[in-house]
Nanobody, 119 residues
């Protein structure tokens, strides 16, 4: 079992930045993929960004060039740096971990952290 705890959410004005952190309860070295999902009110949860154990990343088209995902295996932590935030980035952001290379059906989820971007 892996417990994931997110932090770093909050209220920010459009154009601002936030950095989300996801701390795992044990080593993530052998976890193949980790990612961030978000869910806006009334919408389905969507994958925002993911990073594999080897460091490969992928992003939703809507955040490319603005968000950066990274993982620090020594600290058992995954980060999401969010720049140039837009009101449409508002939602609950969830950290996810998958024992396989695909993050599409994660094995583990965090409890979520709220991000609100005001216009």
């Amino acid at each position: 079992q892996v417990r994931l705890v997110e932090s770093g959410g909050g209220l920010v004005q459009a154009g601002g930045s936030l950095r989300l952190s996801c701390a795992a309860s044990r080593s993530i070295f052998r976890i193949e993929s980790m990612g961030w999902y978000r869910q806006a009110p009334g919408k389905q949860r969507e994958l925002v960004a993911a990073v594999t154990r080897g460091g490969s990343t992928n992003y939703a088209d809507s955040v490319k060039g603005r968000f950066t995902i990274s993982r620090d295996n020594d600290k058992n932590t995954v980060y999401l740096q969010m720049n140039s935030l837009k009101p449409e980035d508002t939602g609950v952001y969830y950290c996810a971990a998958d024992r396989t290379a695909s993050i599409r059906l994660p094995d583990y989820w965090g409890q979520g952290t709220q991000v609100t971007v005001s216009s």
